[in-house]
């Protein structure tokens, strides 16, 4: 009872909190806002509870599985036993040959080479299409923008938004800001790969993240409607999106999709050395203060009450406040590492709520690269974006916190 007590006075201050940030509070469209939050907590019911549903994600996990233990295949012939192969030494208890950059980020380049097939073979874009015209129907989003909200569902914050790339310059700006926020509040069908290997030993991660991610697109659409109120259709929001293949061949999909994923994988291994660094320096002059001070430990007393909010028992708040910040301060990556190193520190219930709490791209370091990406795709925009930058941090870090409470309410 008191979980519960938590978790739906945590959706009420989140809610507030959107509120109290409005640019407009008379002109939220609260019956869009509805909408979009009763999606939210349909989906994770469904998924959470409905048997058919749950044996979707299975079939799912299963397939991200083969596709992990498939790009373990090719790194160990590229890199030997740091790349996942046999090791020609003996393995002391205690230590490990496990190396991150070369046994779990390669999947984004399998990842990304997949998806460029699935839009030149005209797969991915119906289905995509498919879920645009439903949120359009049902929460009144444009097409462009529901375009590139489900498409945040399979690609990455800059991979879907270049599916809408000749609409970005006449989005209105509240439209523009909602491209951003899902963005920021959702992950990559390739990251939830990456984070299935890093929490291995639970074997629900991977269907949690789909779920999570989902929840994340029709929550953000929510929160975002609030802190920037829509505006009657103009521009290009009564135009139905047209997703033509922008490759020639399969093979120059094939290419150029794993060229991309390249790319992603260099932007993330440089993203975690500075930030893990920096956070390293911080730490050692806060050392200087105090013995015991750190980033975490402050990260783990300002996010407790959030944490508390979500139904987490005020004796694991601080610990889960801790791994929350973490998400924002570095980066998502470094927070499932955190989660999946606590061991039996947690209760099962703090881990899985912190699963849906820790599901978004939302942190300094993703703000930049969707600045930088946006801007490079919509040049006339630039002040706009940089404008919204942080506001769609906020959007993301509101949109995982409401997903994670209906998690615990539910799950």
Not at 338 to 358: D, M, Q
């Amino acid at each position: 009872m008191m979980q519960l007590f938590q978790t739906f006075l945590g959706m009420g201050v989140i809610v507030l909190a959107a509120v109290l940030l409005s640019r407009s509070r008379a002109t939220i469209p609260w019956r869009a806002v509805g909408m979009a939050f009763a999606g939210q907590a349909a989906l994770g019911a469904l998924f959470l509870h409905v048997e058919w549903a749950s044996r979707l994600l299975g079939a799912v996990t299963y397939l991200a599985k083969i596709l992990e233990q498939s790009t373990v295949q090719g790194t160990a012939f590229v890199f030997g036993y740091i790349g996942g192969g046999t090791a020609p030494f003996e393995v002391l208890p205690g230590s490990s040959s496990f190396v991150f950059a070369f046994q779990i980020l390669p999947v984004v380049l399998v990842v990304g080479a997949i998806s460029a097939l699935l839009v030149h073979w005209r797969v991915l874009g119906p289905v995509v299409a498919t879920g645009a015209w439903i949120l359009r129907k049902t929460i009144g989003v444009t097409s462009p923008v529901g375009f590139a909200a489900v498409a945040n569902a399979f690609l990455g914050m800059i991979e879907a938004p270049l599916l809408i790339k000749p609409y970005l310059a006449r989005l209105h700006p509240n439209e523009l800001f909602t491209v951003m926020a899902v963005g920021m509040s959702t992950v990559a069908g390739g990251t939830a790969i990456v984070i299935s290997g890093i929490v291995a030993d639970d074997p629900q991660i991977f269907g949690n993240v789909i779920t999570a991610t989902l929840m994340n697109v029709l929550g953000a659409i929510g929160i975002a409607m609030i802190l920037f109120p829509s505006v009657p259709e103009t521009g290009a929001g009564g135009q139905d999106v047209r997703i033509a293949s922008p490759y020639r061949s399969s093979m120059e999909a094939l290419v150029t999709g794993t060229t991309d994923g390249a790319k992603i994988f260099l932007s993330v291994v440089s993203l975690l050395i500075v930030f893990i660094a920096l956070v390293a320096m911080i730490d050692a002059m806060l050392g200087l203060v105090h013995d015991e001070l750190s980033l975490t430990k402050i990260f783990g007393v300002i996010f407790a009450p959030i944490t508390w909010l979500l139904g987490i028992g005020a004796q694991e708040a601080v610990a889960a406040g801790e791994i929350l910040g973490a998400k924002v301060a570095v980066n998502e990556l470094v927070a499932y590492t955190a989660l999946a190193e606590s061991g039996g520190e947690l209760s099962a219930h703090t881990r899985f709520v912190l699963t849906f709490a820790l599901c978004g791209f939302g942190n300094f370091g993703s703000v930049a690269i969707l600045i930088g990406g946006l801007s490079a795709m919509a040049p006339e925009r630039f002040k706009e974006i940089v404008g919204f930058g942080l506001w769609a941090l906020v959007a993301a870090f509101l949109t995982n916190c409401l997903t994670a409470a209906i998690a615990s309410a539910i799950g």
